[in-house]
T-cell receptor, first 115, second 114 residues
């Protein structure tokens, strides 16, 4: 069974600084997707970034980028130029690329951006 | 595009009553809808997966007789919590999929059982 682990329950960063959130996962599949979701205090789940396992190039979305290490089964999220609006829970997630069904979420990292 | 709504956004009910939560895909037809449960300061846990016109597939440990899921159309899925008890108080989130890797999440429903 697939599992997703986030070893940092809480993190903080100064506004305008850079922060990296860690995620590791376990799977025997070769075709899958990895995601980072943001859940602000409103609790609406927002997709931050998506990575396809068969793509070696790390995904980037504006200030958000990932470091995808397939062999190490590691998928970290880097947030550059942190903004107050980045304060939220961040969930790393996994989905099988063969069935497109359930998303398996990690336990989450609570990120606080300090002014 | 790809908006998912949930109704109600919050509900308070008495212990022993049933509560129905609706999940709608507003501008697309969803092949599959998913129901998640989230306790405070915890992650999302998948409860069940539903496909239009089919019986829902429940995750291990989720009581199918307590959490009734109906997926009557490609734009509507409902979750009914039957004979609700205080321990059912939680945040329930639905998501909808077009059959790809992207799931679109609803805003969630906060349930409080007194």
């Amino acid at each position: 069974a697939q599992t997703v682990t986030q070893s940092q329950p809480e993190m903080s960063v100064q506004e305008a600084e850079t922060v990296t959130l860690s995620c590791t996962y376990d799977t025997s599949e070769n075709n899958y997707y990895l995601f980072w979701y943001k859940q602000p205090p409103s609790r609406q789940m927002i997709l931050v970034i998506r990575q396809e396992a068969y793509k070696q190039q790390n995904a980037t979305e504006n200030r958000f980028s990932v470091n995808f290490q397939k062999a190490a089964k590691s998928f970290s999220l880097k947030i550059s130029d942190s903004q107050l609006g980045d304060t939220a829970m961040y969930f790393c997630a996994f989905m099988s690329g063969t069935s497109y069904d359930k998303v398996i979420f990690g336990p989450g990292t609570s990120l606080s951006v300090i002014p | 595009g790809a908006v998912v709504s949930q109704h109600p956004s919050w509900v308070i009910c008495k212990s022993g009553t049933s509560v129905k939560i609706e999940c709608r895909s507003l501008d697309f037809q969803a092949t599959t809808m998913f129901w998640y449960r989230q306790f405070p300061k915890q992650s999302l846990m998948l409860m069940a997966t539903s496909n239009e016109g089919s019986k829902a597939t429940y995750e291990q440990g989720v009581e199918k007789d307590k959490f009734l899921i109906n997926h009557a159309s490609l734009t509507l899925s409902t979750l009914t919590v039957t004979s609700a008890h205080p321990e059912d108080s939680s945040f329930y989130i639905c998501s909808a999929s077009l059959g790809t890797e992207t799931q679109y999440f609803g805003p969630g429903t906060r349930l409080l059982v007194l």
